[in-house]
């Protein structure tokens, strides 16, 4: 991760030949989620009946059967269909059940190149009957990237790589209703990919009307699910586990990517909607090709292109918003320009500032949130008074158990949990410890150390005295029964104690035994004198 950091630092890069992860596909082409609608054996009913897609943002796939069913008669009208960019895909020759015996040679790869000597580029395949074994992916998989088969909920999620012989999908038989797969989508829009297998339109077989799978594709699209083919989804999903993992080498101005296709049959062009760490302020492009930005600083590169480019004078890391005093609050989101290392690059998208490292809402403002285990932001502090000062962390995490963050200065730091309230969105005020900080401009860490820890704020208090305070206040009475209640800095109430005491220094010093060391809030008083709050810290 500290190569990482190098790429944003105003530093030579001539020492490091090689660091990992600049580059972070943004799921799903920018959409929440993806839909797929396929259908199979080749059928006009189809054809005829999907003619409302011509107004659509929204592409699908047609398996063909090259030896039987419409398509092997009278191939124009899906022919038409692909010129519109609809893919055609595989659905072997014969509609054989590829399990029982059947050549599979013949019946895959004899598809293959009759569709191919059309003109069209065949990538997947869907196999008949769903049926499949380890000798039949074996098959698939000489001629194709990705194949489809059913008998699940046709739900494939992002972040765990899944069996491309075996994409499931989600079957529309004669018994099926429009809400079950409304359902379906609805699920994908949370960040997955929805594969939905169709057979006859308003005809045929298993058949789906003209107004149900209309108005499926139009939900989807109102969801704003990328709708997309399955050649086109799949080789963007697959392309993901790729390039994330891409290690760059440096330059003399620059570094370059370079990766490896992970399927001979892959798709001849995959656009890919990218982050590239450290091209900020330089020019990204592929085979001599300058790629432009989006408006969102992302780029959309070619995957097949196999690498990229990064080159120009290197960017300057400075304060974002100057440099912070202290004592004082360090807003997480307000990391140094580009000063970090994010390894997933997800973020919510909140248009705060251009190197968006994860920033999501938190409360009334901005916070940092997707964080994994060893990312890091650095912050630029400008210290006004030398000594130790208290640092509360106020952070939030979902997780099952309480997570950790490391603050550090220099070759100071402190070490704290965060606990766990169940949700992202629930924050706590939680005491790191102290840190001894020297006057002047110096360099704050943030590091995660568990995956999945939102952080809002660090503050640092210059407490130096407080117990001073305490030991001043003496009580009128003299020495006297006092009622002491100690609280931690979130209003939990950690002890409670009568003591005899003449000062409140002496009913701290009596009252502390058993606590930890940090900071409290003491309320303490006479019987029938009232009470009195006063700050306190255990060394």
Not at 103 to 122: H, P, Q, Y
Not at 197 to 202: D, K, M, R, S
Request: glycine share 10%.
């Amino acid at each position: 991760m500290e190569c990482l950091k190098l790429s944003f630092a105003a530093l030579s890069l001539a020492a490091v030949s090689a660091f990992a992860g600049p580059i972070t596909t943004v799921p799903w082409n920018g959409h929440p989620g993806a839909a797929t609608f396929t259908f199979d054996d080749g059928l006009h009913s189809q054809t005829n009946n999907l003619t409302f897609l011509d107004n659509m943002d929204a592409k699908v796939t047609f398996f063909v059967c090259t030896g039987t069913m419409d398509f092997s008669t009278n191939s124009q009208p899906h022919l038409n269909y692909a010129k519109k960019g609809h893919e055609i895909g595989n659905h072997t020759v014969n509609h054989k059940n590829l399990t029982q015996g059947a050549d599979l040679n013949s019946e895959i790869g004899g598809a293959a190149t009759k569709l191919r000597s059309m003109g069209l580029e065949v990538t997947s395949l869907a196999t008949p009957y769903c049926a499949q074994n380890a000798t039949v992916k074996n098959a698939i998989n000489q001629e194709h990237f990705i194949n489809r088969g059913c008998g699940g909920g046709g739900l494939t999620g992002w972040d765990n790589e899944p069996d491309w012989m075996q994409i499931d999908s989600h079957y529309w038989q004669a018994s099926s209703n429009v809400a079950s797969f409304k359902s379906s989508l609805d699920q994908a829009a949370s960040g997955k990919w929805h594969v939905q297998l169709n057979h006859g339109v308003a005809g045929n077989w298993d058949v789906i009307s003209t107004a149900d799978i209309k108005t499926l594709i139009e939900y989807a699209v109102s969801k704003n699910l990328w709708v997309a083919t399955f050649s086109t989804v799949g080789a963007y999903l697959r392309a993901h586990f790729t390039i994330d993992k891409a290690t760059a080498t440096n330059t003399a101005n620059g570094f370059t990517v370079r990766w490896t296709s992970p399927h001979a049959h892959m798709p001849k062009s995959v656009p890919l909607r990218v982050k590239i760490q450290g091209a900020q302020g330089k020019t990204v492009s592929q085979k001599g090709k300058e790629v432009k930005p989006n408006s969102d600083g992302t780029y959309t590169i070619e995957f097949m292109a196999l690498e990229l480019e990064v080159s120009g004078e290197p960017i300057e890391v400075k304060p974002f918003k100057g440099a912070i005093e202290i004592p004082g609050t360090v807003e997480a989101e307000n990391y140094d320009t580009y000063a970090y290392s994010d390894a997933d690059g997800k973020s919510d998208e909140t248009g705060y500032r251009s190197d968006d490292a994860g920033i999501v809402k938190g409360g009334s403002g901005y916070a940092l949130g997707y964080t994994s285990a060893d990312d890091y932001f650095e912050y630029t502090l400008d210290v006004k008074k030398a000594g130790k000062y208290k640092v509360v962390i106020n952070g939030a995490t979902g997780n099952s158990t309480a997570s950790s963050v490391t603050v550090s200065v220099g070759d100071k730091k402190v070490e704290t949990e965060i606990p766990s309230k169940g949700d992202w969105n629930t924050y706590s005020e939680v005491e790191a410890g102290e840190l001894e900080l020297a006057a002047g401009k110096q360099t704050l860490r943030l590091t995660i150390n568990t995956n999945y820890i939102n952080v809002d704020w660090i503050k640092f208090v210059d407490e130096s005295g407080t117990t001073n305070i305490a030991r001043k206040i003496a009580f009128e009475h003299g020495t006297a029964m006092v009622h002491c209640q100690v609280f931690d800095l979130n209003g939990q109430l950690v002890k409670s104690a009568n003591v005899m005491a003449g000062s409140a220094s002496e009913a701290w010093n009596l009252v502390k035994v058993g606590l930890r060391k940090g900071a409290y809030i003491m309320r303490y008083g006479e019987a029938g004198q009232g009470s009195h709050v006063v700050k306190v810290r255990l060394q």
